[in-house]
Nanobody, 121 residues
Framework: QVQLVESGGGLVQPGDSLRLSCAASEFALGYYAVGWFRQRPGKGREGLSIISTSDDSTYYADSVKGRFAISKDIAKKTVYLEMTNLQPEDTAIYYC??????????????WGQGTQVTVSS
């Protein structure tokens, strides 16, 4: 059973905005947090932002603070990542994951398949 499905990626120009969506199953939302991560070409997976499934707590990595915003719509079972002022270095595969919180990859047992974001002029 698919637990998390990302969508909304694509090709954009520098300075553009993009909103990613993560459709989650009830099982995935039973975890404490849903996080957005990315993997840039030739790099390891890095945590970007986390949102609690039980309250409004949010956390951001310094690299995206002020440019990215995470939100959720529990009724739609969807977590969003609003990304603004995208730059070529934001080019990556973006993943959502469900787990216990923090930016430690191993703390997230459920992952989506990823969505590609490419920022290029």
């Amino acid at each position: 059973q698919v637990q998390l499905v990302e969508s909304g990626g694509g090709l954009v120009q520098p300075g553009d905005s993009l909103r990613l969506s993560c459709a989650a199953s009830e099982f995935a939302l039973g975890y404490y947090a849903v996080g957005w991560f990315r993997q840039r070409p030739g790099k390891g997976r890095e945590g970007l932002s986390i949102i609690s499934t039980s309250d409004d707590s949010t956390y951001y990595a310094d690299s995206v603070k002020g440019r990215f915003a995470i939100s959720k719509d529990i009724a739609k079972k969807t977590v969003y990542l609003e990304m603004t002022n995208l730059q070529p270095e934001d080019t990556a595969i973006y993943y959502c994951a469900a787990g216990v919180g923090g930016f430690v990859i191993s703390e997230y047992p459920i992952w989506g398949q990823g969505t590609q974001v490419t920022v290029s002029s």
